[in-house]
């Protein structure tokens, strides 16, 4: 009927009809089947789909892919190691939102109109002053963005150019956001984006008021673009709304934290010697070990393996070693005893702190990262706009009937 459920990677075949609805085809080797009255995968029901969606395609993308039996990942085709090594956030941004990597005037012009939205309307500006101070910082960022909307000159249009446009403020204004709440809240004064910066150098420039050295910002450039974009993110409502929605659904520990609570771990092993000893207790009480283990990464996330090096040198240079020493004495018990890799999180966050960068607002800089890859998809989404409606698996009680309130007991 012109639909298919694709599960890590096999194509089911539909075998048999069913009732109720103009057509029904079913996949039981994979507990799935469309209906017409949904045009979606739903679970058969005497079989729910894997908790979490865990292996469940729920749509075509052409803006990144993870090999996760491999540990690749690819942004429209171009391998993360390679763009790391070459490219820089903006040009990122621009070919996960184009499709392709810019010209020379192409990027120029996008870079300027980057640095020509990133100051904050006033509307937004006091919405952040108006926060309290103890607010955590991805709740105001989250209300930031939404009030964005509010004074957005294509807050009326929705067309594709409109978008686009949306989109480019938006990965413009987070740093700013982020930067000036921070500011605020540690009784500084907000400053203004400085022009002549890359965004990854404004970014830091914004939140510690001191413009980076060129290989802190080259540091931080590399992880901007790691923490672009993972495949799916967003669903279809308008700019505004879906990036609200994606930051509130990464203000948990379990993702976009989850580098915060590496380095509360490592803070508090405090020195190599311990790491060991500390590891082992913490399984030995089935404590989750964050920064180990992925969704989709079956092998070494190469994410990772790209942040490693960033991690030992700003370590070196910040003159503070052990995070890493600690870090390598985790991940060679983690992969001997457990057979488990670190993933992204686990060495961005000794990155990040030996960068100057506060623990609560390591979350902020994924979203500012990830602003990218959410955009990307949001446009992508518009382009073939379906209304996403996955349906529920009911499991409460049947043929109920009412009785009167005197008859309950």
Avoid at 371 to 381: F, M, N, T, V
Wanted: aromatic share 8%.
């Amino acid at each position: 009927m012109g639909y298919s459920v694709r599960l890590a990677g096999r194509l089911a075949q539909p075998v048999r009809p069913h009732l109720n609805c103009t057509w029904y085809a079913t996949y039981p080797d994979l507990g799935l089947a469309f209906t017409s009255m949904t045009g979606m995968a739903a679970p058969l029901p005497d079989a729910l789909a894997p908790k979490g969606l865990e292996g469940v395609v729920a749509n075509e993308s052409s803006i990144c892919y993870v090999f996760g039996g491999e540990g690749r990942l690819i942004y429209r085709g171009y391998d993360i190691a390679d763009l790391a090594e070459h490219s820089t956030f903006e040009e990122t941004a621009y070919l996960l939102l184009k499709g392709d990597l810019p010209t020379k005037d192409a990027l120029k012009a996008f870079t300027a109109e980057l640095k020509a939205a990133q100051k904050l309307d006033k509307v937004v500006l006091r919405i952040i002053k108006d926060a309290p101070k103890d607010a955590k910082p991805m709740n105001v960022l989250r209300t930031a963005v939404s009030a964005a909307v509010f004074t957005d000159p294509d807050r009326a249009d929705n067309s594709p150019a409109a978008e686009y446009r949306k989109a480019v403020r938006l990965i413009a204004q987070l740093p700013t956001m982020v930067g000036t709440f921070h500011r605020l809240r540690s009784e500084q004064k907000p400053l203004s984006p400085r022009r002549g910066l890359s965004l990854a150098a404004n970014t830091l420039y914004l939140i510690t008021g001191e413009t980076p050295e060129q290989d802190v910002e080259r540091a931080f450039d590399v992880a901007l673009i790691l923490h672009a974009d993972h495949e799916l993110n967003a669903s279809t409502a308008d700019m505004h709304g879906a990036v609200t929605g994606a930051i509130a659904a990464l203000a948990g520990p379990l993702h976009g934290g989850a580098n915060a609570e590496v380095m509360k771990m490592l803070l508090e092993i405090k020195s190599p010697d311990r790491a060991a000893a500390w590891i082992r207790d913490a399984l030995t009480q089935k404590k989750k070990i964050m920064g180990f283990g992925h969704r989709v990464y079956r092998t070494a996330d190469p994410r990772a393996a790209i942040l490693r090096p960033l991690a030992e040198q700003l370590g070196r240079k910040a003159n503070q070693p052990q995070w890493f020493a600690i870090q390598q004495v985790i991940e060679d018990l983690m992969r001997r005893d457990k057979g488990l890799y670190c993933n992204v999180d686990f060495y961005s966050a000794s990155t990040y702190y030996a960068m100057g960068i506060p623990l609560d607002l390591f979350t902020p800089i994924f979203a500012v990262s990830r602003i990218s890859g959410w955009c990307a998809h949001i446009l992508e989404q518009h382009a073939d706009n379906r209304l996403i409606r996955p349906r529920a698996e009911y499991v409460g009680p049947m043929n109920r009937t009412w009785t009167p309130l005197r008859k309950r007991s």
